[in-house]
Nanobody, 121 residues
Framework: QVQLVESGGGLVQPGGSLRLSCVASENIFSFYTMGWYRQAPGKQRELVATLITTFVGGDRTNYADSVKGRFTISRDNAKNTIYLQMNSLNPEDTAVYYC???????????WGQGTQVTVSS
């Protein structure tokens, strides 16, 4: 069973930064996509950023409009880890952030346990 373990959440003031990490229990090249989702209280889980593995021309990334220009998703293959660098945080970014990995069409999807991010003064 694949395990995804997130870390890096916490309390930060508006305008601040955090970097989330997600360590996978197996080689992340085995996943077609990896990404970050978030769920705020009383709201549905939403996509934040995804990274699609390609072997030609580099990875493809996709961001929610609300985080474009502020958040950056990246990977470290040697550490089986993906990151989410979050800058210029605002209270609307407060949520539990979940790491996701998927093997592709019809394949299995995995979720981490989530890490809380709270943006407040």
């Amino acid at each position: 069973q694949v395990q995804l373990v997130e870390s890096g959440g916490g309390l930060v003031q508006p305008g601040g930064s955090l970097r989330l990490s997600c360590v996978a229990s197996e080689n992340i090249f085995s996943f077609y996509t990896m990404g970050w989702y978030r769920q705020a209280p009383g709201k549905q889980r939403e996509l934040v950023a995804t990274l699609i593995t390609t072997f030609v021309g580099g990875d493809r990334t996709n961001y929610a409009d609300s985080v474009k220009g502020r958040f950056t998703i990246s990977r470290d293959n040697a550490k089986n880890t993906i990151y989410l660098q979050m800058n210029s945080l605002n209270p609307e970014d407060t949520a539990v952030y979940y790491c996701n990995a998927a093997r592709g069409t019809g394949g299995a999807t995995y979720w981490g346990q989530g890490t809380q991010v709270t943006v407040s003064s």
